[in-house]
């Protein structure tokens, strides 16, 4: 990870329901600002597509999942019935706030750890979000987090000098990955 994000503490907000940053340095609570990714999905959001936002949230999940958990299958199986317009949105809050509890665990002592699976979780879990735009920005973070703690795992040697831009390119490639696929969807 860039040292830049190093100092970075994720907590998990419960009045608004999502993962917040803050600098551990500072204290203070990291402004994140609209990247292409997120302005494409808020673009979507207000064309009121909100179908396509849960497909992308759920493109990433299996952009990083490859061993589903059974709750992570209830959640995904739950995200698709979302999509083919089969669930209520009670529904999608109930499953949403019964994982509540365990996200906050997953925040941490996974995310925190740097565990793989944990914002592979996260990302899931997000997928359900009844707020379908907070839902897919969410993914979509979770997905570059993960990418980077893959990277940052990965036990090929990397020289120091350009560790730091590698782990860059990898997000960049993350971002890439996911405007193409939110292209993708628009064009449909």
Same mark, same amino acid.
């Given at each position: 990870?860039?040292?830049?994000?190093?100092?970075?503490?994720?907590?998990?907000?419960?009045d608004?329901?999502?993962?917040?940053?803050?600098?551990?340095?500072?204290?203070?609570?990291?402004?994140?600002?609209?990247?292409?990714?997120?302005?494409?999905?808020?673009?979507?959001?207000?064309?009121?597509?909100?179908?396509?936002?849960?497909?992308?949230?759920?493109?990433?999940?299996?952009?990083?999942?490859?061993?589903?958990?059974? +709750?992570q299958?209830?959640? &995904? !199986?739950? %995200?698709?019935? =979302?999509?083919?317009?089969?669930?209520?949105?009670? /529904?999608?809050?109930?499953?949403?706030?019964?994982?509540?509890?365990?996200?906050?665990?997953?925040?941490t002592?996974?995310?925190?750890?740097?565990?793989?699976?944990?914002?592979?979780?996260?990302?899931?879990?997000?997928? +359900?979000?009844?707020?379908? &735009? !907070?839902? %897919?920005?969410? =993914?979509?973070?979770?997905?570059?987090?993960?990418? /980077?703690?893959?990277?940052?795992?990965?036990?090929?040697?990397?020289?120091?000098?350009?560790?730091?831009?590698?782990?860059?390119?990898?997000?960049?490639?993350?971002?890439?990955?996911?405007?193409?696929?939110?292209l993708?969807?628009?064009?449909?």
């Amino acid at each position: 990870m860039s040292t830049d994000k190093q100092n970075l503490i994720y907590i998990y907000d419960t009045d608004r329901q999502k993962i917040i940053m803050i600098n551990g340095e500072t204290g203070e609570q990291v402004d994140t600002k609209d990247d292409r990714v997120t302005a494409l999905i808020k673009h979507l959001n207000s064309d009121n597509r909100s179908i396509l936002l849960r497909k992308f949230a759920v493109w990433c999940v299996q952009q990083i999942n490859d061993d589903l958990k059974p +709750i992570q299958k209830k959640i &995904l !199986e739950l %995200a698709e019935k =979302a999509i083919q317009q089969q669930a209520t949105e009670k /529904e999608l809050r109930e499953l949403y706030e019964e994982t509540e509890g365990t996200a906050i665990a997953t925040d941490t002592v996974g995310l925190r750890q740097g565990e793989e699976s944990a914002p592979a979780y996260l990302a899931a879990r997000e997928c +359900i979000n009844p707020d379908v &735009l !907070e839902g %897919a920005i969410q =993914a979509a973070r979770f997905h570059r987090v993960w990418a /980077e703690i893959m990277h940052k795992n990965d036990k090929e040697p990397v020289l120091k000098e350009v560790k730091a831009n590698a782990t860059k390119d990898i997000v960049h490639k993350v971002e890439q990955q996911q405007t193409d696929y939110l292209l993708d969807l628009m064009n449909k």
